[in-house]
């Protein structure tokens, strides 16, 4: 499995104590040195027991946030941030809550904007983590459908930060969370896959077998549009953190 950028692991615990010490060096690295860390998170469940290993470490080994600035890659639209189903929510949580990250540093995309109002918030955004000086580290799940963020089948490689409308794969797979199908926005604000691939460190992280064929379709198909998860073989800094189920149909 050498020609993949894979770190295969015995649990998703323990690749997501992989990542959170990653993300805890990077943060004490650049705090020595008087930078911040910018660092580009995900939601979904995949990431959720990372997120709990940061606060421990906040908590337990005096891991600050005092110099992170955070930047989500997506939210659904319409949605309202204090809507227990946004990812605004989510994210405070399941991380923002338990941490000392400071709430002008925190940047989840904007779920109420009105259609005038769109293109100039995305661009914005983007210029944001730009101004920041790019995304240290970018945080990834994966969707069934092969997406990044909410970067659906059809996504090019040269998107940005946008409004976009979410696939039926995916509005089923958000139906539980929302008491049904019908209840699902089928919008969303997202980064962009060229938002993405501008973060000089991406760690995807899937874990379980529900993920495996994805993820060998990510790692081994040629790259399309179609499974915009592939244009991550464009990028050199890119790991798969997988535990053995998540990997298990990778060519040996
Ligand atoms: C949603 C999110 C993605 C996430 C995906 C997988 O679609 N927008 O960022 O990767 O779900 O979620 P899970 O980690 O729950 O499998």
Redesign the pocket.
């Known amino acids: 499995m050498e020609k993949y950028n894979t770190e295969i692991f015995g649990s998703s615990l323990a690749g997501s104590k992989y990542v959170a010490e990653k993300i805890k060096a990077l943060i004490e690295l650049n705090d020595s040195k008087g930078v911040s860390t910018v660092l580009g998170l ?5 990431p959720v027991i990372m997120y709990k290993e940061l606060i421990r470490m906040h908590k337990e080994d005096g891991l600050s946030f005092q110099n992170v600035i955070s930047f989500n ?2 939210e659904y639209s319409p949605m309202q941030p204090e809507s227990e189903d946004s990812y605004w929510y989510f994210m405070h949580e399941n991380l923002f809550n338990h941490i000392d990250i400071k709430a002008e540093n925190i940047n989840v995309p904007k779920g109420t904007l009105s259609d005038d109002d769109v293109s100039t918030y995305c661009n914005d955004y983007e210029a944001k983590i730009d101004a920041a000086g790019g995304l240290d580290i970018q945080i ?4 069934r459908t092969g ?1 990044i ?2 970067n659906e089948p059809g996504s090019p490689e040269e998107s940005i930060t946008r409004q976009v409308t979410l696939n039926q794969i ?1 509005l089923d797979d958000a139906a539980p969370s929302f008491g049904g199908v019908e209840n699902v926005p089928t919008k969303a604000i997202t980064m962009g896959v060229a938002t993405v691939l501008k973060a000089k460190t991406i760690y995807l992280m899937a874990y379980g077998s529900g993920k495996s064929e994805i993820v060998s379709e990510t790692l081994t198909s040629d790259i399309t549009s179609q499974v915009p998860a592939t244009f991550l073989q464009n990028h050199n800094n890119t790991i798969f953190v997988l535990d053995n189920e998540a990997s298990s149909l990778l060519p040996t």
Do not use: M, V, Y
């Open positions: 995900a939601t979904g469940s995949t890659l997506d990834l799940g994966i969707g997406h963020g909410f995916t």
